[in-house]
Nanobody
Framework: QVQLVESGGGLVQAGGSLRLSCTAS????????LGWFRQAPEKERHFVAS????????YYTDSVKGRFTISRDNAKNTVYLQMNSLKPEDTAVYYC?????????????????WGPGTQVTVSS
């Protein structure tokens, strides 16, 4: 089990870009799938994107397809979320998570480790 910390959040205008990073400590990402989730104020946390261990297959929720890209650098124990063409509805706390089974599902209980989150605010 690993500990995760996100970084890279901030305030941007609609149409802008941010790149989020998530770095592990206390272990490595070997064999783990990695996911990004987000939670808007007073809303439930939802799946955003994931990347598998074995093939680096990427999955995205429909609302971010074509705008967001997830990637991983296993040597740095880091996963990234590149967010382009940001919209006000993307405003949320973004969390990274690690799934030791490596499948990259959108099912939150499948993830074993979670970061504390980083705030992304998109102004109109």
């Amino acid at each position: 089990q690993v500990q995760l910390v996100e970084s890279g959040g901030g305030l941007v205008q609609a149409g802008g870009s941010l790149r989020l990073s998530c770095t592990a400590s206390g272990g490595t990402f070997s064999n783990y799938a990695l996911g990004w989730f987000r939670q808007a104020p007073e809303k439930e946390r939802h799946f955003v994107a994931s990347i598998t261990w074995s093939t680096r297959t990427q999955y995205y929720t429909d609302s971010v397809k074509g705008r967001f890209t997830i990637s991983r650098d296993n040597a740095k124990n880091t996963v990234y979320l590149q967010m382009n063409s940001l919209k006000p509805e993307d405003t949320a706390v973004y969390y990274c998570a690690a799934d030791k089974y490596g499948g990259g599902t959108s099912h939150q209980p499948d993830y074993d480790s979670w970061g504390p989150g980083t705030q992304v605010t998109v102004s109109s």
